[in-house]
């Protein structure tokens, strides 16, 4: 805050700290029998306490768009200061805003450029100051700092060597060999500046552009002479460079062209950028190009040289660009302190990542999917890209998803019949289910595992694919077909897995022996033609929800159904949408077309709560975590939101994932994960401390991302007179 702003906060704190000294003076003057007045001091006392917690957690919720480390660090401390629930939501809000974040190094001044060593472990960061920081990328703990040289000039970039045991910088005046063991330059500078570097991978040339003449020089590392190399085909200055793993040389130009030049020196030019080129990546296994120029990168097929698109960021101009070590994931960096990652074959937008405070200006992918990115805020930022709801690549509409019992597997439904199995761990897919025609609706594991429910067909329509195809979860293999009038829009094992029920686009409920695939009960459910979503749930063995506008509970042995709350509708204002229920069947959530939930307790068949607001639109799936704590809930309006089962209070705010539709939640059976799936095309995987019910872990978090504690500056700012404490005990003050 600034201004007023800052007034009324320092006004608010310190008649909060006045009264807390007012009641200490009170409570002293009273003498040893003052016993009600020491009760009172404590209360005042404890208010005074939630009051400063509730103004830390304002400010942090002010403080992310601009300062998010302070915001994370302010949220900290509110909830230090007392427990409320203002702060409690201030500190799950700040670690859901840098989902993603690993942590963040300030080795102080701009910072131009990033690298990662080859074999992924040790990153290396430098800016103008020409000093650089060999760190793990993965720890963030310094390992060795590379001084500046006198007389070398603003450092612009820095590359390891295919060994990895030299690492080459470049300033305006040079460019220098180190040994990274040591820290010690190797020999002389080369005096010929430049721009930017890169390592040939084959031959262990340094390639260095920029500096005197237009063109791209070789040298060999060792002797630091010149190498021979093919004339410039460029007509302006080069400002880019990267070598492929084949040897293929890149040199992007003034001139808006890129050169590739082959190890026997061949060459071809690629055109049609709209302006310079500002960086260049090569996937790891050198069959594809990716280049940086004004708002885009252009993805190129190296071997045919024929452009295969572009993704694009607007108005933001793009400042580097890297693909990741197993080749699926594109990052690009921009003038708008944002970092994009794409998915490198379809070009799916995966996820806007923000922190840095100004331009972002490098990057590159380390092992595991860590990625560092170089900010001129004086920041490096590393951030755990699998953590950030990395998207799979298919580009039709999904509309179903399950886990596996045991968590390994992960299933979905999409709008062109596909079925697809994933490995949760390595987040690929690793088989399909084929035989669908139409859209597949809603996928389920039994709980066994043995068994996979996939439901399909097309509303309105007949067909031979409206209905349910069980199928045999280790082999792939078709066990059943049960045959609908119409298509089917859910699919729920019992329990004891004896049983499933399927809920069709016709309102009618029909019960099915797994074993034999025999229809038992159906059972007419009653419609809103209002409402074209549909939920079913099962309560227990012998109890389900079904809900098609209405919501009904049905007793599975006599075929009696009772309408849950008023008219059927749970206490809910409009049509119910969405259902799921606990482990231990004692609580149900239902949401409806307004974007409200209620939760309702089974027993007492009635709503443990007044409706709450969970989104704008429709609310199209629900899912409880394995502990029963919270709940999660998807919508029209694209978002993922997540709320304290006991009190339906919203756990930080709503994880806008995509302008789509999210159709489908579920959390991983050991309660790790979360995953949904939307009209995008999109399957997006999320960790645990985006919902944890646990201070504690999310203020570990917290420090970890931000990796210092508040500057003296900042307490006074906000927290004084209290002395000066740290918020992350680990760390040291800050400065």
Request: a negative charge.
């Amino acid at each position: 805050m600034e201004g007023e702003d800052v007034r009324q906060f320092r006004r608010t704190r310190q008649i909060v700290i006045g009264v807390i000294g007012v009641l200490v003076l009170l409570t002293a003057a009273a003498g040893t029998g003052a016993v009600v007045a020491v009760q009172y001091a404590g209360e005042a006392t404890a208010q005074a306490s939630i009051a400063v917690s509730r103004l830390l957690s304002a400010q942090s919720r002010l403080d992310l768009g601009g300062a998010p480390d302070r915001a994370l660090l302010l949220a900290a401390e509110a909830e230090s200061s007392a427990p409320t629930a203002e702060a409690h939501g201030a500190l799950a809000l700040a670690v859901q805003r840098t989902s993603g974040e690993d942590h963040v190094l300030r080795p102080g001044g701009q910072q131009f450029a990033v690298a990662v060593s080859p074999d992924g472990a040790t990153l290396a960061s430098g800016g103008p100051e020409g000093t650089v920081d060999l760190t793990g990328l993965a720890t963030g703990a310094l390992a060795r700092r590379l001084p500046a040289t006198a007389g070398d000039g603003l450092l612009l970039d820095l590359a390891f060597s295919p060994d990895g045991t030299r690492l080459a910088t470049v300033s305006s005046r040079g460019v220098r060999l180190w040994n990274v063991v040591t820290g010690v330059p190797e020999g002389e500078p080369i005096p010929d500046g430049g721009d930017r570097l890169a390592f040939d991978p084959l031959t262990g040339a340094l390639v260095v552009t920029g500096g005197t003449g237009t063109g791209a020089r070789r040298y060999d590392p060792v002797r630091h002479s010149a190498l021979p190399w093919p004339p410039n085909p460029h007509t302006a200055a080069v400002k880019s460079v990267a070598v492929s793993s084949r040897g293929v040389l890149a040199t992007g130009s003034d001139d808006k062209t890129i050169a590739l030049t082959g190890p026997a020196g061949d060459q071809r030019i690629l055109s049609g950028f709209p302006h310079s080129i500002s960086s260049i990546a090569f996937s790891p296994d050198g069959a594809t190009l990716v280049a940086a120029s004004l708002n885009e990168a252009q993805i190129w097929d190296v071997a045919s040289g024929q452009k295969r698109g572009a993704v694009t960021s607007g108005k933001n101009i793009v400042m580097g660009v890297a693909v990741s070590r197993d080749g699926n994931v594109l990052a690009t960096t921009g003038v708008d302190r944002t970092v994009m990652l794409w998915n490198l074959t379809s070009r799916f937008p995966l996820r806007t990542m923000t922190g840095h405070l100004n331009v972002v200006y490098d990057a590159a992918f380390g092992a595991d999917g860590l990625l560092a990115t170089a900010g001129w805020d004086g920041t490096v930022r590393v951030w755990n890209t699998p953590d950030v709801l990395p998207v799979f690549g298919p580009t039709t509409a999904m509309a179903g998803a399950a886990y596996s019992p045991d968590g390994a597997r992960f299933v979905t439904g999409s709008v062109d019949g596909k079925v697809m199995i994933f490995d949760t761990r390595r987040r690929t897919q690793v088989g399909a289910l084929v035989g669908h025609t139409t859209t597949v609706r809603d996928v389920a594991y039994s709980p066994d595992g043995a068994v996979i429910a996939t439901a399909s067909g097309t509303p309105g329509s007949p067909g031979p694919d409206n209905g349910v195809r069980l199928w045999d979860a280790a082999d792939g293999h078709q066990r059943a077909v049960l045959a609908h009038p119409q298509s089917v829009n859910h699919v729920a094992f019992s329990p004891d897995g004896r049983r499933l029920a399927t809920l069709g686009g016709d309102g009618h409920l029909r019960i099915w022996d797994v074993a034999t695939g025999q229809q038992g009960q159906d059972l007419t459910t009653p419609t809103s033609s209002a409402v074209q979503i549909s939920a079913l749930a099962f309560v227990d063995d012998q109890h389900a929800v079904a809900a098609t506008g209405f919501v009904t509970e049905w007793d599975l042995t006599t075929g009696t159904p009772t309408p849950l709350g008023k008219d059927g509708l749970a206490g809910l204002p409009s049509g119910v949408t969405a259902a799921a229920v606990t482990r231990d069947h004692a609580t149900l959530a239902l949401g409806s077309t307004d974007g409200q939930i209620v939760l309702w307790d089974v027993q007492a068949n009635q709503a443990r709560l007044v409706p709450f607001a969970g989104h704008d639109q429709s609310v199209n799936d629900l899912a409880f975590s394995p502990d029963g704590k919270t709940l999660a809930s998807v919508g029209i309006d694209g978002n993922l939101v997540f709320f304290s089962a006991a009190t339906g209070a919203l756990i930080g705010a709503g994880l806008p994932l995509t302008s789509s539709a999210l159709t489908d939640v579920a959390f991983r059976p050991d309660g790790g994960q979360i995953v949904t799936v939307g009209s995008d095309g999109g399957v997006r995987f999320g960790p645990q401390y985006l919902w944890a019910d646990d201070p504690a872990s999310r203020r570990d978090r917290a420090c970890r991302v931000v990796g210092r504690n508040l500057t003296r500056a900042e307490w006074n700012q906000f927290l004084a007179p209290a002395p000066y404490q740290r918020t992350c005990t680990e760390l040291p003050d800050g400065t």
